[in-house]
């Protein structure tokens, strides 16, 4: 799975798993309470792992559905004769809609905000967009379609858009000119499937602080936010993908109102709390923390904190920096991974 995405451990998943591994047996039952992109959680499915994976995000809760419990495409048996292929191909004929894609994130809408038309998907790929998206809230809200069917075409439409998006990494502003493969036409490609694999795993949605206290596990692996940029602003809208609801779009950029899934993480002042309420309320005894030389705390800053609950291991490792498909700081980062023993 292809996906830009700030803090991406997929380059890091198999000194992870190693870790893992060498902490607890395979069918023991580990926690990824804020899974993101979902990779570290279909990585230690694949090791053999019971997996509870969460996070506060709609697409994340989407991506984790997909690739922890599938292992083989839904019949989709109440919406086509044709299986999971067939309804990709119906969903892609669809004619175009103008929506709020359109009126809100196209050349050729017109804001209902007054601010100028933004160019953040072509006219076409927008209206695309609404008309799949019409199409899945129907299903769903007449429940033609289970909530896998959907979290399968909500995860498909959320790369489709991603692909042709006119953005230079994040979703906080779009490009001023088009890039080349924002000019390509939207395409639902089918997702792969782990055929056989264990699919008896847990994916809740909601801020990893609230989930703690209700779960369970031989270990927990965090990996939260580090930087000041709030997941919510960068990726609104994949995350509307994702509900495939009609937010106000607020502001140059289009915003979605975005408070509501606001991370503490994100705040120096706030984000030592929000550690001790995951790691003082949770059920397990074992936690492993990543974090980047770049975050808001320094690694003596987290030593200390983390050694409030327990006994604190402390390794690094060599991370590539995100970067933005127009240039920054690039280059490597120092990863840091923590393991705290209760």
């Given at each position: 799975m292809s996906y830009r995405y700030i803090g991406n451990k997929s380059r890091l998943l198999r000194p992870l798993v190693e870790r893992i591994r060498g902490i607890v047996p395979e069918g023991a039952v580990v926690a990824d309470l804020m899974c993101g992109t979902a990779s570290v959680s279909e990585a230690l499915r694949v090791a053999g792992y019971r997996v509870i994976a969460s996070d506060m995000m709609s697409y994340s809760f989407h991506h984790a559905c997909v690739r922890l419990k599938l292992d083989r495409p839904p019949t989709f048996a109440a919406v086509s004769q044709n299986g999971y292929l067939g309804v990709l191909n119906q969903l892609e004929s669809l004619p175009g809609a103008h929506g709020l894609f359109f009126r809100e994130y196209s050349p050729e809408g017109q804001p209902n905000n007054g601010?100028?038309?933004?160019?953040?998907?072509?006219?076409?790929?927008?209206?695309?967009?609404?008309?799949?998206?019409?199409?899945l809230n129907e299903w769903r809200d007449l429940g033609k379609i289970t909530d896998l069917e959907n979290s399968l075409l909500r995860h498909d439409l959320v790369?489709?858009?991603?692909?042709?998006?006119?953005?230079?990494?994040?979703?906080?502003?779009?490009?001023?000119?088009?890039?080349?493969?924002?000019?390509?036409?939207?395409?639902?490609?089918?997702?792969?499937?782990?055929?056989?694999?264990?699919?008896?795993?847990?994916?809740?949605?909601?801020?990893?602080?609230?989930?703690?206290?209700?779960?369970?596990?031989?270990?927990?692996?965090?990996?939260?936010?580090?930087?000041?940029?709030?997941?919510?602003?960068?990726?609104?809208?994949?995350?509307?993908?994702?509900?495939?609801?009609?937010?106000?779009?607020?502001?140059?950029?289009?915003?979605?109102?975005?408070?509501?899934?606001?991370?503490?993480?994100?705040?120096?002042?706030?984000?030592?709390?929000?550690?001790?309420?995951?790691?003082?309320?949770?059920?397990?005894?074992?936690?492993?923390?990543?974090?980047?030389?770049?975050g808001l705390l320094s690694k003596e800053e987290l030593i200390q904190l983390f050694s409030e609950y327990g006994h604190v291991e402390f390794e690094c490792l060599i991370h590539q920096r995100f970067k933005s498909n127009v240039g920054g700081e690039g280059g490597t980062v120092e990863e840091y991974l923590f393991k705290i023993t209760k």
């Open positions: 601010e100028r038309p933004r160019k953040y998907f072509s006219p076409a790929n927008a209206a695309a967009i609404d008309a799949i998206t019409q199409q790369l489709a858009s991603n692909r042709v998006a006119n953005i230079a990494g994040t979703y906080g502003h779009y490009r001023s000119t088009w890039s080349n493969s924002s000019l390509a036409q939207l395409s639902l490609r089918p997702s792969t499937f782990l055929w056989g694999i264990s699919t008896d795993h847990l994916v809740y949605q909601g801020q990893a602080e609230d989930l703690a206290p209700s779960i369970a596990a031989d270990l927990c692996y965090i990996d939260p936010p580090y930087m000041k940029r709030q997941y919510a602003a960068n990726y609104h809208i994949i995350e509307t993908v994702a509900r495939g609801d009609a937010p106000e779009a607020v502001g140059v950029s289009g915003l979605r109102p975005w408070r509501d899934q606001y991370s503490d993480f994100c705040s120096k002042v706030r984000v030592r709390d929000s550690f001790r309420k995951i790691i003082g309320g949770m059920q397990c005894q074992t936690f492993l923390i990543s974090y980047s030389e770049d």
